[in-house]
């Protein structure tokens, strides 16, 4: 069991609580390990820490930095079995979808460690042909960072590296249900001696560690991902105190078949998009619409798929999907279910909670699919965030869009089609941040911009290259001699 101290200026130090929270193996209730159970005052102590430290943290150059970076992902490629192991014990994801986690972490460490010898402006014709204009880039100062625990190393580090790419220093406050995986992704930035307070751990709960970090005066932006509810508190304080702030959020992301789609390839990507993760992935595919002429043929073929899936312990070697991160998770995909049950929805696999040997304390859920499914059900509307896949009946690729798009979220897409005019129709007319063709709908590429539209981002966008524009602020120089 990891027993983890909040890291602040250099040290892992107690919360002044002098309390401690469990973290819960969903396979089996287990205890994994345990973090601080924060105060305002921790949150105090590590803003401090974060705001002294940028002074001396900006001023370095971009390639020093870099350095940086590369040590920490060197770091982590030596403990990235313990940390996947780590991993999967604490939030279910199969052991090969951790170690691949932990794998990209590495790879983003490395992509913004060269982002520091990248150029950060442009020189711009003045009207006065004396003068030299040209735009740079500043940090934005203290960076708080809240992360969802569906990805505890990828997204802490998509937020971080860029953070501190850029000259900003950071406070991180993990969700608790991962946290002692991302403390573990945190001692290697320790162990990679980054200057005292240039980054720093706080664990506990939203309400206090979480909101006291939006709150602060001292944290000049925010870069939150988890749930709308959450998020959109989050913008309106950060909004009220003038914070810049960065809101990625939830998805209600439809696969769509057409009649011309390889309906092997259809089939065996939509449960990969949709049920790898047990379905807790925002880019998940929830909403199947398929066109009536390969209607019967598709479902026959997913059905198949479905039964062949082994449920259980992701440590397991054979087993290809976990159980639900948590029992409070658990809960809420069972009453989804349900409601599909009660609104009209005819269950096609799966159901209820997965209950074989060796499976009974742990939090699973069945591989379920539904069909019949229309657009005012609750589960072809809200965000399930479990392996839950809705079938829905259309005529035509205009309706097929028209179901697609009837969400309130928009973060990502795909289709399942040969023909290119089909294709292109897609791309241009699907409300998403991210469009998929004859691919599944999750899959996100460090190097590419992520974000949502409509209800799913605060339109801002991460990774690749859109990562400076939350990160920095522009600044125009005029220089005439
Ligand atoms: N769009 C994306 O890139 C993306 C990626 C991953 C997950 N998600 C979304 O995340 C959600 C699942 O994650 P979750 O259950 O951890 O989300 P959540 O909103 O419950 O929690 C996210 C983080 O916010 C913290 N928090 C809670 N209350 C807070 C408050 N009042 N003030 C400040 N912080 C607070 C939590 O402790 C946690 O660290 C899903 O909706 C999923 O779609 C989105
Ligand atoms: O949960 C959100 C991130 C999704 C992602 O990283 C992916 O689909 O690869």
């Given at each position: 069991m990891d027993s983890f101290k909040n890291f602040i200026d250099g040290n892992w130090i107690a919360s002044s609580s002098r309390e401690t929270v469990s973290s819960i193996n969903p396979a089996n209730q287990a205890v994994v390990g345990t973090v601080q159970h924060s105060t305002q005052a921790d949150v105090e102590q590590a803003v401090r820490a974060a705001k002294k430290a940028q002074v001396n943290w900006r001023s370095l150059s971009g390639p020093a930095r870099g350095q940086f970076l590369y040590q920490v992902a060197t770091i982590m490629e030596s403990h990235l079995a313990e940390i996947a192991e780590t991993m999967t014990q604490e939030m279910g994801k199969t052991l090969p979808e951790a170690k691949g986690e932990t794998a990209r972490g590495i790879a983003l460490l490395r992509y913004y460690a060269t982002e520091g010898m990248h150029k950060v402006g442009d020189v711009i014709p003045s009207t006065d042909s004396e003068a030299l204009m040209f735009?740079?880039?500043?940090?934005?100062?203290?960076?708080?960072?809240?992360?969802?625990?569906?990805?505890?190393?990828?997204?802490?580090?998509?937020?971080?590296?860029?953070?501190?790419?850029?000259?900003?220093?950071?406070?991180?406050?993990?969700?608790?249900?991962?946290?002692?995986?991302?403390?573990?992704?945190m001692e290697c930035f320790a162990e990679a001696h980054l200057p005292a307070g240039v980054f720093n751990m706080v664990t506990g709960s939203g309400s206090v560690v979480g909101q006291g970090i939006v709150e602060h005066p001292d944290v000049n932006g925010i870069t939150f991902t988890g749930s709308n509810e959450v998020g959109k508190r989050i913008g309106q304080t950060a909004l009220a105190r003038g914070a810049k702030y960065q809101l990625e959020m939830g998805g209600k992301n439809p696969v769509i078949v057409l009649d011309d789609a390889d309906l092997d390839l259809a089939v065996r990507e939509t449960i990969s998009g949709g049920?790898?993760?047990?379905?807790?992935?925002?880019?998940?595919?929830?909403?199947?619409?398929?066109?009536?002429?390969?209607?019967?043929?598709?479902?026959?073929?997913?059905?198949?798929?479905?039964?062949?899936?082994?449920?259980?312990?992701?440590?397991?070697?054979?087993?290809?999907?976990?159980?639900?991160?948590?029992?409070s998770q658990f809960k809420t995909v069972l009453r989804y279910i349900e409601l599909g049950k009660e609104e009209g929805a005819t269950l096609l696999a799966g159901g209820g909670r997965y209950t074989e040997e060796g499976c009974e304390k742990g939090y699973f859920v069945k591989p379920t699919v539904f069909e019949y499914v229309t657009q005012e059900m609750t589960i072809a509307r809200e965000e399930i965030f479990g392996p839950v896949l809705a079938l829905m009946k259309v005529n035509s690729l205009k309706e097929a869009l028209e179901v697609a798009n009837d969400a309130e979220f928009g973060l990502s897409a795909s289709i399942f089609t040969t023909n290119i005019g089909y294709m292109l129709s897609f791309i241009e007319q699907m409300d998403a941040g991210l469009v998929r063709v004859n691919a599944e709908t999750a899959g996100v590429e460090l190097q590419a911009p992520f974000g949502g539209m409509k209800q799913s981002s605060s339109h801002s966008r991460e990774q690749g290259k859109a990562a400076i524009e939350f990160f920095t602020a522009t600044k125009t120089v005029f220089v005439k001699g």
């Open positions: 735009t740079t880039r500043v940090p934005l100062g203290v960076v708080g960072v809240i992360t969802p625990w569906n990805f505890p190393v990828a997204i802490p580090i998509w937020k971080m590296a860029p953070a501190l790419i850029y000259g900003n220093t950071v406070v991180i406050k993990p969700a608790s249900e991962a946290a002692v995986t991302c403390a573990k992704v049920l790898r993760s047990t379905g807790q992935k925002c880019t998940a595919t929830s909403r199947v619409i398929i066109q009536s002429g390969v209607y019967d043929a598709f479902k026959e073929k997913l059905l198949e798929k479905i039964n062949e899936i082994t449920v259980g312990n992701g440590l397991h070697e054979n087993v290809w999907m976990g159980p639900c991160a948590s029992e």
